[in-house]
């Protein structure tokens, strides 16, 4: 079994980033990781942004 995990945009539904990890379980490290991806994705900034994590 292959976990996935993503992110989705809540105001237009768009999967912003995602990953999956095969024969592996999701750790926090991958999480943090996949967070800020999103954030750089969807913003085009690396820096402190204020944000609301819906899970």
Known sequence: MV???SVID?????VIAWSAVADAGI???MVCDLMI???KRR??????TPL???S
């Open 37 to 39: 991806a999103a954030v």
């Open 27 to 29: 750790s926090g490290e």
């Open 52 to 54: 609301e994590w819906w």
């Open 3 to 5: 976990p996935i995990f």
């Open 10 to 14: 809540a105001c237009d539904r768009e």
């Open 43 to 48: 913003f085009r900034t690396s820096g402190p």
